[in-house]
């Protein structure tokens, strides 16, 4: 399958923001979707992830109650709201599938990444 992320953008603190992130050649109902980020210097981490039928959603701390993740398996997309945006959320995003069992926290896990889209928020 093949991932494709809306761009990303530049925001001011407090704003918001959404990505989606499209898939092609695989139903994406078949996998377990999550988006993890890149800052600028560290390793990869795990932002939320979200279950094949949508019913269940798991958040890293750093964004529990800020960011919302959600699918249109009709579309094939997944989507990223982004709100109350922090200096701290300036990092590149990428949306990722995996074929294993919700959730899954490990960027190890996935099998199928986006090419991934530059957030920046400014203070």
């Known amino acids: 399958v093949q991932l494709q992320a809306s761009r990303g953008g530049l925001v001011q603190a407090g704003g918001s923001l959404r990505l989606s992130c499209a898939a092609s050649?695989?139903?994406?109902?078949?996998?377990?979707m999550s988006w993890f980020r890149q800052a600028p210097g560290k390793e990869r981490e795990f932002v939320v992830c979200?279950?094949?039928?949508?019913?269940?959603?798991y958040h890293a701390d750093s964004v529990k109650g800020r960011f919302t993740i959600s699918r249109d398996n009709a579309k094939n997309t997944v989507y990223l709201q982004m709100n109350s945006l922090k200096p701290e959320d300036t990092a590149v995003y990428y949306c990722?599938?995996?074929?294993?069992?919700?959730?899954?926290?490990?960027?190890?896990?996935?099998?199928?990444w986006g090419q991934g889209t530059l957030v920046t928020v400014s203070s």
């Open positions: 050649g695989r139903t994406l109902s078949s996998y377990v």
């Open positions: 990722a599938a995996a074929r294993g069992l919700y959730p899954l926290l490990n960027q190890y896990d996935y099998d199928y």
């Open positions: 979200i279950s094949r039928s949508a019913g269940r959603t």
